[in-house]
């Protein structure tokens, strides 16, 4: 029969020492003893956990360190090897404190002898493993091996001590099987815990692959299912960032369950329900959770099972709606349901289009024509704004070349886009806007790009060289939604801009609101000091536009002279107005 081969890490200092060790292990028959030797402490902690070992010996003398300081650092790191600490002559008060920061045992190095040697490893080794057996006993569940209610206990109450502390967000899942006790009365409960097994594994590999789906993770907070009993799991989802995670990982569940189990022979379908307690909304300690979560489990089965319930109603509805929303949005490109409605912008002094902002809508096939603000929120949040943006920035280049090819338009005008702040950080952007200008043939100084400020506050020195490269370009910049974010006047002088727009919400009541009347005449004077273009947003009224021209600004865009319309509908406007002189343009609208 082939010897037992057991694994030594040995961490000692003096190679002399070393060398003994190794010959007393080696004298043993029955066992072969395969001693690692690491003669410091860095190189001790590098291997340490890599679980290899089936015991290490740290020699307590290590220069500047010692073994104890050692075993410490192993067991906090979550070292489960045995430990056997070595002392030498006049390091007797050690051995208590040895066993006290968790070391299996300790030995005199004066007094090894082969066999001392040998028991104290095999024990050591025996020892840890009834250890952990009683551990386990204790934690989890025989039948699945997934976390039991005690632990389970002990994970929540950890997870929710760290979501106190850094003000987090903890989901809570109950979910109970909904044919359980028909599968056990009918066929043997051979199948009843067989299935009960595959449910868990299903569950559990599922939860670990969510880790780095659903959020991120520290190490030590780790997302875990547990079996309370019966047919019961629950599942705690640590740091979600939204209910829509939790949405999301219980929508997951259903479908998973619902594929046929194969037990044995038979064929089983099952379904489950699943109720979800959010902490904090739900409830702030470990009882009002689980009670919470699992009232949301009962609601579920109430409403013909196979669902997943929030505990508070009103979570249910928006997070389906947000849910299908999204679902929809993933599809949306493939489709071609985006459309780009362009708006005009007008040179206040000439009357003329100058250029147009491509504004995007989403034309859903059950819901109509959706506005921006309704999705793109959305999209930033799934990532879906990088592909999105792509295609904005493609079909806006393409439209406004095919403009001014096509010569109706006086004069070429600029196209005018927003990138999301998301896009703005996206590694491969001025590659992507090269690529786009050069597809379609457009000069980059009709492009301009509108930034908000809070993106280009957000990370001030890698915005500034990126806002350089795009001008370098001789792509255009603009500031969007000026006035609504930190409104910095040092800021605007830093950044190589082309345009302010002032922002509409001032716009709105600059003839009735002294106060922003004069916010709007200073950021007019301020911009133009800055040698910036000023273009107002949201013009409606004549008022509006009287005081504008009153106070100088160059530029703007508003339902007085035209709605974003799709690009046909553009082209008309231009052909019935353009062509005119702009100034008479301008003076007619206003009479
Ligand atoms: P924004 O860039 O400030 O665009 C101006 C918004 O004001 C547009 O709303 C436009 O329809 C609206 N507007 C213009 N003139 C008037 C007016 O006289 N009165 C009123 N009441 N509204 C006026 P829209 O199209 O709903 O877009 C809203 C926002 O969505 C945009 O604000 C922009 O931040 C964002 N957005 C639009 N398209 C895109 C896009 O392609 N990508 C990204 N990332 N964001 C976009
Ligand atoms: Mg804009
Ligand atoms: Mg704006």
Avoid at 336 to 356: A, K, N
Wanted: aromatic share 8%; charged share 25%; glycine share 6%.
């Amino acid at each position: 029969m082939d010897k037992e081969i057991i694994r030594i890490l040995l961490v000692e200092d003096d190679e002399d020492d070393y060398i003994l060790t190794k010959d007393l292990f080696a004298q043993v028959d029955n066992r072969i003893y395969d001693v690692e030797w690491v003669s410091n402490y860095a190189d001790a902690l590098k291997v340490i956990n890599n679980n290899s070992y089936d015991a290490c010996l740290f020699d307590y003398r290590l220069g500047e360190h010692t073994g104890l300081d050692l075993l410490r650092e192993a067991v906090a790191s979550g070292c489960k090897v045995p430990i056997i600490i070595l002392t030498g002559q006049g390091d007797s008060e050690i051995d208590i404190e040895s066993l006290k920061a968790g070391a299996t045992d300790y030995l005199n190095k004066a007094e090894i002898t082969t066999q001392l040697l040998e028991r104290a490893v095999r024990y050591a080794i025996e020892r840890k493993r009834t250890e952990d057996r009683i551990l386990r006993m204790a934690y989890y569940d025989t039948l699945t091996n997934l976390p039991n209610r005690s632990l389970f206990h002990d994970r929540l109450s950890k997870a929710l001590a760290h979501a106190e502390r850094y003000s987090g967000n903890l989901a809570l899942l109950f979910i109970d099987l909904d044919n359980f006790k028909r599968i056990n009365d009918t066929l043997e409960h051979r199948i009843g815990d067989l299935l009960l097994m595959e449910v868990a594994e299903r569950l559990h590999d599922y939860v670990r692959s969510a880790d780095t789906v659903a959020r991120q993770n520290t190490a030590a907070l780790t997302n875990t299912v547990a079996r309370l009993g019966g047919d019961e799991f629950t599942i705690l989802l640590t740091e979600i960032n939204t209910l829509q995670d939790a949405a999301k990982v219980s929508q997951r569940i259903l479908h998973l369950l619902t594929q046929p189990f194969s037990l044995d022979g038979h064929e089983v379908f099952v379904t489950a329900s699943v109720g979800i307690a959010i902490f904090p909304y739900d409830g702030e300690d470990m009882n009002m959770l689980i009670k919470n979560a699992d009232t949301a489990m009962y609601h579920a089965k109430e409403l013909g099972k196979n669902n997943f319930q929030f505990y508070k109603h009103s979570m249910n509805a928006s997070a389906l709606e947000r849910l299908t929303l999204e679902n929809s949005l993933r599809k949306a490109l493939e489709r071609d349901e985006f459309i780009l409605h362009y708006q005009p912008r007008i040179d206040i002094t000439t009357g003329t289009i100058v250029g147009t902002e491509a504004l995007i809508r989403w034309n859903h096939k059950e819901k109509g024509l959706i506005p921006p603000g309704q999705f793109i929120p959305l999209a930033e949040e799934t990532g879906l704004i990088i592909p999105i943006g792509e295609w904005v920035l493609e079909e806006a280049c393409r439209q406004n070349k095919m403009w001014q090819n096509s010569g109706f338009m006086c004069t070429p005008v600029i196209v005018s886009l927003n990138l999301s702040g998301h896009q703005f950080v996206q590694k491969d952007l001025m590659k992507i806007i090269e690529k786009v200008l050069d597809d379609s043939g457009m000069d980059p100084s009709y492009l301009e790009l509108e930034i908000t400020e809070s993106v280009i506050m957000k990370n001030a020195d890698s915005t500034t060289t990126m806002l350089n490269k795009l001008k370098d370009m001789g792509i255009r910049i603009s500031m969007d939604d000026f006035g609504t974010g930190y409104s910095s006047f040092s800021y605007l002088k830093r950044f190589p801009l082309d345009n302010v727009k002032i922002d509409r919400s001032f716009i709105r009541d600059v003839t009735e609101s002294n106060e922003n009347a004069a916010i709007v005449k200073a950021i007019i004077v301020m911009a133009h000091a800055l040698n910036l273009r000023v273009v107002a947003e949201g013009v409606e009224t004549r008022q509006q536009l009287d005081l504008l021209i009153e106070f100088g600004c160059d530029e703007l865009q508003g339902f007085l002279f035209s709605k974003p319309l799709a690009a046909e509908d553009l082209a008309q406007y231009i052909t019935e107005r353009g062509k005119k002189n702009g100034r008479d343009v301008l003076i007619n609208l206003l009479q």
